[in-house]
């Protein structure tokens, strides 16, 4: 971390973040069902594994 150099990271001023965000309810079934493709294919791909450096 000594050599780390800061980055300003873009976001919003004002912005109050919350567990319980007011508006559209996601369903997390198909958050999950997107990570488990996603594992899927980094465990099988060994292109992307490479890739992605995990």
């Known amino acids: 971390m000594d ?3 800061p980055v300003s ?3 919003e001023y004002g ?3 919350s567990k319980h965000e007011e508006g559209e309810i996601l ?13 899927y294919l980094t465990c099988t791909r060994l292109d ?7």
């Open 3 to 5: 050599d780390a150099n």
């Open 9 to 11: 990271t873009p976001m």
């Open 15 to 17: 912005i109050k973040l």
């Open 27 to 39: 369903d997390p079934s198909l958050f999950k069902s997107l990570v488990g493709s996603l594992r």
């Open 48 to 54: 992307i594994l490479y890739a992605v450096g995990v």
